[in-house]
């Protein structure tokens, strides 16, 4: 499910400390990418994140602050207008899940009741989308970011509960090809993928959901509900979601068992 819309602005605050770090840029006579190549003590980030923070439409960390601050030569300006303006910044109420995962350096993937997005095949996602052509084609289209040259993929984790694959989709026959894909994605894809056993035990029984990190190691978390899905990025909520996370990867099987799990029950059941 893609995250709603909303007619909400982005955040005043976020808007004016990217247009101050603008005005420092363009002081200095400096192209977002040659920001960009300076970032982060020089391991840099890419012009679009930079291009994201300009027009308010993420947050950065203190820590590229600070970076950027003696980049810029600004004497503290600039960290003293992250800690005005940023610190207590809450991301824009529109703000959605596609550009975090557009941008993001790695994805860890929990997924309960069925195959993770960017994993399904076209015949799994029209059915599970209820034969809408249209939001089919948007979400096979979002899985360019694993194949893609320029920048590269995102590092990618896929938690898969054993139960997904007992879920049926469609028919058989999709479920077969289904789970063809999945064997076939950690060496075709680059993708690290594991089933998680079913138990009853863990925080992961209550939602799937995936957590992001950026280029500034910056951390987002989003989550699904029937109406809509949202992102959240506030401390505590990201520690809940970790520790979540840590008890379903404890239930999780290495790469090869896994993909025995898959073709075993792909022979038994979806035959």
């Known amino acids: ?74 004497n503290g300006e ?30 860890t993937c929990y997924s309960l009741s069925l ?13 599970q989308l209820m034969g809408d052509k249209k939001k089919t084609e948007d979400r096979l289209a979002r899985q360019g970011i694993l194949t893609r040259e320029s920048p590269p993929p995102p590092g990618c984790t896929f938690l898969v509960d054993e139960g997904v694959l007992l879920r049926e989709v469609g028919n058989p026959q999709i479920m077969r090809e289904q789970c063809d894909h999945l064997i076939g994605a950690p060496e075709a894809l680059g993708v690290s993928l594991h089933i998680v056993t079913m138990r009853g035990e863990h925080g992961g029984n209550i939602s799937s959901f995936t957590i992001a990190t950026m280029e500034d190691m910056r951390e987002v978390a989003y989550f ?14 990201l520690a809940a979601t970790r520790k979540a996370l840590r008890e379903v990867r404890a239930q999780a099987l290495p790469v090869n068992q896994s993909l025995d799990v898959i073709r075993k029950v792909q022979a038994e059941r979806w035959t």
């Open 1 to 74: 499910m893609a995250p709603r819309r909303s007619r909400a602005k982005v955040s005043p605050s976020l808007v004016a400390f990217g247009r101050r770090f603008r005005r420092f840029r363009e002081a200095k006579g400096w192209s977002q990418e040659n920001v960009a190549r300076r970032a982060r003590d020089g391991e840099g980030v890419t012009p679009q994140y930079i291009g994201q923070i300009e027009t308010g439409r993420t947050r950065c960390t203190r820590e590229f602050a600070e970076t950027m601050d003696r980049e810029f030569e600004t």
């Open 78 to 107: 600039l960290v003293e207008l992250w800690e005005d303006l940023v610190k207590g910044a809450e991301f824009p109420t529109w703000y959605e899940w596609l550009p975090i995962e557009e941008t993001a350096e790695e994805l």
């Open 115 to 127: 195959v993770h997005g960017l994993l399904q095949t076209p015949g799994y996602a029209e059915a």
């Open 224 to 237: 699904e509900c029937p109406a809509r899905g949202f992102t959240l990025e506030a401390a505590d909520e």
